[in-house]
């Protein structure tokens, strides 16, 4: 039985641990892949131990790299026989550690999002070759890896996933007429176009625009003039999410043309509560929503594209309804949380 170390940028809110029947917040990937395999687990909490770790905390949280943690999982990396980053924020500094102090221990980490200096740092030093496994999460992000050098053999897609128990339909919940909603944090989304498409609209737009409670982004200071229709709400618990979702006529998803992802999450969530999305055509975005069947794609930055689409959906209930429950239904089908963790611990206990 191989040993996996198991290396998640994230954290678990405290109140989560005691939510066994997860009522208030949903399944976590990481933690049932720690139940599944019985994996040593390293994630955030790790910084709570010391002054020096939670100070380090404050500054990679800015950097968006997690060199501490990528530097405790390294120096434990040598009691597994497999180490799994579930981010590049510690895969891209661990890979480093595996480059230049190579270690027999199979390395695997999957990349959730991309940018200009991460790609910068894995070209310059070299690092897919330090990389035994890539996980990704669309077919765009899957090419670019490739086309930058990474072995096609070595890349493997599968697709994200959120807990379809936890984000399920609801009946108690009276849904609002000529309410919409968006989600997401502003440096994935255009929210510039979407604030275009629904200025003067007869509706009201929530938007809840910053993420976890360990994000990144905690304020609106970034955010551009707002509609009067528009509302921004912060730190919103998931259990209000899920309820925001329920009350909304149908989500919207202004995500800028990314390489990887950004809206996967937002679009799951939304589409396992039944509810349409519009979403602009992103390149990962179109793994996650299939144009006409489980949602609806505009052209990139198109505001009035946008718009159209909103006022379409407002005034076709029906067919708002009809691409939700394919939304639904394919998650229940295809993308279940299930099968996305089992999907990882299969890649972990290759040869």
Known sequence: MKSLLS????????????????????????IELQNLMNTKTLDYSAYNNNYVGRFLRSLETQLRSDVYLATISWWQSQKHSVTF???E???IPFSAYHRFMPKSERFVTMFQCWSAKQELTITTLDLFRSMNTLIVHCESMKNNLIRLGASRERVKLIHYSIDQNFFTPRTDLEQYSNVIMSVG??????????????QGLPIKLEVAGFGHWYAREKNSSNIEKIPENVSMLKHLPQSELRNLYAKSQFVV??????????GATASMEAGSMGRAVIAFHSQGISDYIIDGETGILVEPGNDRA?????????SNPKEAKRLGENARQRILNELNFETYVQK????????
């Open 253 to 262: 998803i202004p995500v800028h043309d990314l390489v990887y992802s950004a």
């Open 344 to 351: 990882i611990a299969d890649v972990l206990t290759e040869d």
């Open 7 to 30: 290396i998640a940028t994230a954290a678990v809110h405290p109140e989560q641990l005691s939510d066994t029947d997860h009522l208030r917040f949903p399944r976590v990937d990481y």
């Open 306 to 314: 946008m718009r159209d689409a909103i006022q379409s959906l407002l």
């Open 89 to 91: 924020r510690a895969g």
């Open 85 to 87: 980053t579930w981010s």
């Open 185 to 198: 944090e502003s440096r994935s989304r255009d929210y510039s176009s979407l604030f275009k498409a629904v």
